[in-house]
């Protein structure tokens, strides 16, 4: 006998319970003509019918069952409402559409309580607060912290190894990143420091190395021949072409620094090259005065830098500058990575064709890939290790979870006198745990984007908040587009794009 519409729109609100509760287990979108259903929880990615895509789709987007109902028995001539059902179970049958669990507010307790203990492996010491250069979009600028103080002293600088390596507890390794400000302002106290974190690692039975972020403009002969002695992971601030750059990488009397950084950065490669070392990186910077990736890139490979990163400067989620990429630089560079795409799946299937620069498809593909792998936990742990694997030390002798909030006193976690603030700290945690539940628990990409930078989301009160909607809807729109890839990947080479052993335990967090 043929169900009655009524009895039909029935069985689609039971399904729309079973595989739509209040937060998203799935998300299916088209791209590039595909049509595309991404499973949370298993980490699949399936192509389902066209009208058991619509019904998702409509399910996802809270369409009202009955005009659903209308419109699938109107556009999809030829399948009936049954059948698209019946597709859709089989689904959920399979195991797809599983909502994980939150963790109850004693768990919650708990994993900040172990995220107080967990050791720390890495450390930022920043051995000098004030900067040569005054870019236009600096953090640290704006916040007024070069004008707080000047270089660390040898005591508070001896003081700091100590607390790294005594926050290091069982692990091996020790990672200390020398930061600024200009680290190289205080070259000195790196010396000195260096030599004695490896006095102190044998007598801990720990190993040590370094890093280093600079603008490049103070390096000599000298700081070369000493950052290659000791290994130095190095990175080196250039935005690009002089006639962007300079608008921006400004000294202090508003003079371009792009050319002296650069010949500089290109002494120090050759140097790192003729060690047989990793060469240092070169990071640029994204703005409102220097919008074009595709220009930064293209300089990159003019100069032969081979480990390149371009970002773009985005303010804060509550507090935008003049600098930063607002609506149509977004909009045009959208429309770059498009370009690139092409040119990127073009390079893929013919050797002559050139990867596009500064568009690295193969790292977003596998941050896609392992999250898929991993499907969907409960992750809330920032992935940076902010506050968990790092501590930021100030020239004052402030500790803060990470060093972008040097200065901010509502991020103060301790002082090098009296150690880590636990409550502070176990305050800093909790606040990034329930912006999470707030906000990302109820978003489609969680399992992949786990959450945005935390200072990003950080307001002065002390307050992690919730992010734009703008930077969210730019994540989403990226992750939409990796997934695409990941899809067309995995049908080349027919591996399952999410193929992994075991779902994950409900309830598993990453510590
Ligand atoms: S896109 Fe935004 S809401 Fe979604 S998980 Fe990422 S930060 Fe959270
Ligand atoms: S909180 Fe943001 S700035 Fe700090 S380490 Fe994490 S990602 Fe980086």
Redesign the pocket.
Known sequence: MQATLESLCLALDELRQRIAPERPTFHAFEYRGRRILYDLYSGSLLQPSPAAFELLRGFEHAELTELLADRLTRDFGGVTLESVLAEVTMLADLGLFVLERLETPEERDDSIRRHIELPTRSGQVLVQTSCNLKCTYCYEVAAKFHDTGKSMSLDAGLQSLELLFQRLGKRKHLDITFFGGEPLLNFALVRQLVARAYVRAEELGKTVGFRMTTNGTLLDDEKIAFLVEHRFAVMVSIDGPPEFADRQRIDHAGRGTTAKAVANARRLIAAQRAAGMREAMIRATLTQQNPSREAVAGYFAENDFQRTMIGSSDGRAHEKRWTDFGGSETASANADVERALDQYLESRRDDTVRPPLGFDFSAGLKRVRDGLASGLQVRRTPMCGTGRNTTAVTEHGDLYPCHRYAGEESYRIGTLSTGIDRERLGRYFAEIFDG?DR??SA?W??AI????CPWYLSRPDGHVGT?DDA??DE??RGTERLLWLAAIEAESTSTPAGERSAPPAHGDSKP
């Open positions: 999470y906000h990302c978003c990409a969680r984007c786990g959450g945005q992010p930077s969210c994540i989403r």
